[in-house]
Structure formats: structure tokens, C-alpha cells
């Protein structure tokens, strides 16, 4: 097995150097693709310094499905990894990951997340949707048949979140299994504080509502899930209102953003649903543009 290994990075140099250390000591023998987006802190001397990195790839995009795809471009193994800049392999990731694939073409595992008190970490997360069951994967930890990834056309570049669900409805839709590999794991160890981040509600129902429409259609069962989460959120957003975490006018703001999305979304979904028929679902894939890469980088034949 040839194993190549993309590691998409933005603004994050000090944390791209400790995953690149771990990767090379559980990986030594995996090509090591580094795609950096537009970084503005020293990533590209810091990773054109190191002996341990085969391609480096410059990207002007700031989304990381255009990062993933441009690593799967000049990627030369049979095997395909997507790991995370700010997550470390832990001891075993290569053979858990070996493991995996002898039961599917697809593998992914756990995060190990440190957090104060102690450590969380995940378990497998399935769906069953319009009778289809799937098999949800971590963007940042995943390992793909590199004909897989051919066949999907790679991630879709139209979202800027959710590309790895997006990708899970996708293998279900082609009938691709995913298997999940507790011993495949990473570890974040840079959210120790537990702090809250600014949530795009616009963007996380844009891309929920697009990938639903896209790969189901507009049916009964995308409305019910996409009506069940902003209920969700919206019963959170008034808890924070009535706790005194947030003001009335967060509550009404989030609800327009929410419904806006949601339009978008579903507009943008038939679209794509149109121009796309294939079981791939993919109308902005590797093979629509060739020109992801500003600068590109290559020490194999050295």
C-alpha cells in the first residue's frame, strides 16, 4: 500500500509543525502533501524548511474542500489521507487505518479532544435517510481508495462547512461502505479553555439545506431534518436569551440568518441536483477546474 497523506493548513504553523512531527514518526514511509491556503504567519518557510514533506501546494482559496481537492491532485498513493493541521496521529493510526481498509474503502476514527477536567472523544455517528445508511466521517481523520475518490470527484467546493457530510451522503448514495476504526485516532490538544466560537448560522444552514436537496431531492424527510435542527437551535439561542447569555435581538438575528440560509441552500441544492444526475452528486469536483494551485512545490524526484 502506497500512502499519501494531504494536510490542508490555514494560519496555522505551530500547529502544522506538531501534526507534521507526529505523522512522520507513526507514517515514516507516507508521502506527505502540506496545501496551504493563503497563510499569513511563516507556514510556507516553516514547511519548505522540513525533509519531512514531499509536495507543498499554495492555494489563494481559504476553504478547505479546495485545499482537499488540490491535495488529491498531485497525490501518487493508492491510499488517500485527509488529517487535520491542528490534530496528531496517535501510536497506531497507520496500522489501524491498514486494518480498516481490509473491511471497507473507506476508513475514519475518533478525535480525542483535551478539555479542562479532562479528554472527550467520539463515537461512530450513522443515519438512515430515504433509505439510505449513512455513514458519517471526520474531515480531519479519514482514508479513502484513491479509485473512491476518483469516482467522487473529491469533496464539493461549493461549501465552505460540511464537505465531509456531504461526502458521507454521497458514499451512501454509491453504495461505498465506511468503516469506523476506534484505534484509528487523533488527538486536538489546542481547545483546552472550552471557549465558545462565532457560529455562521447563515453558513451552517446553507450547506445543510444545499447537500440534503442536492442528494435527496426535495422530499418529506430533508424538510423534516432541516426544520428539526433550527428548532433545536432555536430553542438554544432563547435559553442563552432567557440565561442572560446573549441579547433578544442575537435571538431574532439568528432566526433571519437561519431562514435565509435554508432558501439559499435549498435553491442552490436543485441546482446542483439538475446539472448533476450521477449517484456522485458532485458538480464542483476535482475534474470542473484546474486552476486551485498558485505555487506548487515538489521534492519527490529529489
Not at 464539493?156 to 469506523?180: F, I, P, Q, S
Not at 435559553?239 to 435581538?249: H, K, L, N, W, Y
Amino acid at each position: 500500500m502506497r500512502l499519501s497523506v494531504v494536510v490542508p493548513t490555514l494560519n496555522g504553523r505551530d500547529q502544522l509543525s506538531s501534526c507534521l512531527d507526529r505523522l512522520t514518526a507513526e507514517a515514516p514511509d507516507a508521502e506527505i502533501i502540506v496545501v496551504n491556503g493563503p497563510s499569513a504567519d511563516g507556514t510556507t518557510g516553516m514547511v519548505r524548511d522540513r525533509d519531512d514533506v514531499d509536495v507543498l501546494v499554495e492555494v489563494s482559496a481559504r476553504t478547505v474542500n479546495v485545499a482537499r481537492n488540490a491535495g488529491i491532485e498531485v497525490a501518487s498513493g493508492d491510499v488517500i489521507a485527509f488529517v487535520s493541521y491542528d490534530l496528531r496521529v496517535e501510536d497506531d493510526w497507520r496500522q489501524a487505518l491498514v486494518d480498516g481498509l481490509t473491511d471497507a474503502p473507506v476508513v475514519t476514527g475518533p478525535t480525542h479532544r483535551t478539555v479542562t477536567g479532562g479528554m472527550t472523544t467520539e463515537s461512530a455517528e450513522q443515519r438512515q435517510i430515504a433509505g439510505r445508511d449513512v455513514t458519517y466521517f471526520s474531515g480531519g481523520n479519514v482514508a479513502f481508495e484513491a479509485d473512491v475518490l476518483e469516482d467522487l470527484d473529491g469533496f464539493d467546493e461549493y461549501l465552505e462547512t460540511g464537505g465531509a457530510r456531504d461526502g458521507a451522503h454521497r458514499l451512501a448514495g454509491m453504495e461505498v461502505g465506511v468503516r469506523w476504526q476506534p484505534e484509528m485516532c487523533v488527538r486536538c490538544e489546542y481547545e483546552a479553555d472550552g471557549g465558545q466560537t462565532q457560529r455562521d448560522w447563515g453558513w451552517k444552514y446553507r450547506a445543510l439545506a444545499y447537500r440534503l436537496v442536492k442528494n435527496y431531492g426535495l422530499r418529506p424527510t430533508v424538510l423534516r431534518r432541516t426544520v428539526s435542527h433550527a428548532l433545536g437551535d432555536a430553542a438554544a439561542t432563547a435559553r442563552d436569551v432567557i440565561g442572560g447569555d446573549a441579547q433578544p435581538t442575537a435571538w431574532f438575528g439568528t432566526g433571519r440568518d437561519v431562514i435565509s440560509g435554508i432558501a439559499t441552500g435549498s435553491s442552490d441544492g436543485m441546482v446542483a441536483r439538475a446539472r448533476d444526475r450521477e449517484s456522485s452528486r458532485n458538480p464542483h469536483g476535482i475534474s470542473k477546474r484546474a486552476d486551485r494551485a498558485v505555487a506548487r512545490y515538489d521534492w519527490r524526484d529529489k
